[in-house]
């Protein structure tokens, strides 16, 4: 409701994941380059980590704008699955036909033979876990297993898993070790710098339209940005979302450190004002 205010043609802080806002940030870039090389060399796994709104679920969302024609995808978002029933999800979004009834066995016969199909018309599958951390071991070994699909020159299918921290820990597990040894990239986001996190908000700032001489936030409010953010890209969202909505309200163009500070309270970010303050 504030675009127009502002001079923007849409609002520039959405926390949805849409690539046309993908700030290539190190970080970000480097996450990128690793999962579309990973997918092109055909190395069968590949391992990307980040806290809660560090930006994975953006990455992705780029990485599908830059594959070719010759690349299938399945994407499995509901992790709290069986072995059966994830081999099932993963037939079921690549639009393979099933019955419900059929032995686990059965199923990955079919997927098998689909991929073989698939390598034949030079197509390259990719199968890409969301929210991996929440997979038990028992599922992650049965992934492990599909990793096996493969011709005498090449992986079958390549298996993107994604999640929190906590994904490293889990595939550190002892009977989680083959698949351990199988991952042949492995890239952590970290959050953005304080440089990273100015240039961030500019750099969406400017898709979203604005291209007037005057900032819209000061220097100061920028960095009272990044102590409340951390340089976690969601938060930062958040906290420029709610701070150009209360400028609005106010009629305020210019966003000053008392808003930010203000509305960073509001979303209980409270404990980064001890930060602040020192």
Not at 81 to 104: C, G, H, N
Not at 172 to 187: D, G, M, N, P, S
Not at 238 to 267: N, P, Y
Request: glycine content about 4%; hydrophobic content about 40%; overall charge negative.
């Amino acid at each position: 409701m504030y675009e127009a205010f502002y001079g923007l043609k849409e609002s520039p802080f959405n926390v949805t994941p849409d690539s046309k806002f993908f700030f290539p940030s190190e970080k970000h870039t480097e996450a990128l380059d690793s999962l579309i090389y990973a997918i092109n060399e055909r190395k069968g796994f590949a391992v990307i980590t980040g806290e809660i709104g560090s930006g994975k679920t953006t990455v992705w969302h780029t990485l599908l704008n830059r594959l070719d024609s010759g690349t299938k995808l399945a994407l499995i978002t509901n992790t709290h699955l069986t072995p059966k029933q994830m081999v099932m999800a993963i037939l079921d979004d690549l639009e393979v036909s099933f019955k419900d009834r059929w032995t686990k066995v059965r199923l990955l016969t079919l997927l098998n033979k689909f991929l073989l199909e698939q390598a034949s018309l030079g197509f390259n599958v990719v199968l890409v876990i969301d929210e991996a951390q929440n997979l038990s071991a028992s599922v992650l070994e049965e992934v492990r297993m599909l990793s096996n699909l493969e011709t005498d020159r090449e992986k079958l299918i390549q298996i993107i898993l994604m999640g929190q921290p906590e994904l490293k820990e889990i595939l550190e597990l002892e009977e989680l070790k083959q698949l351990r040894q199988r991952i042949a990239v492995y890239y952590h986001i970290y959050p953005l710098s304080e440089s990273e996190t100015k240039s961030y908000i500019e750099h969406r700032l400017k898709v979203a339209g604005y291209n007037d001489n005057i900032f819209l936030f000061t220097s100061s409010a920028l960095e009272h940005i990044y102590l409340y953010s951390r340089g976690v890209p969601r938060l930062i969202n958040t906290i420029c979302d709610r701070a150009l909505l209360t400028g609005f309200v106010r009629g305020r163009k210019l966003i000053t450190e008392e808003i930010i500070d203000e509305v960073s309270k509001e979303l209980e970010l409270s404990e980064a004002c001890s930060v602040v303050s020192k």
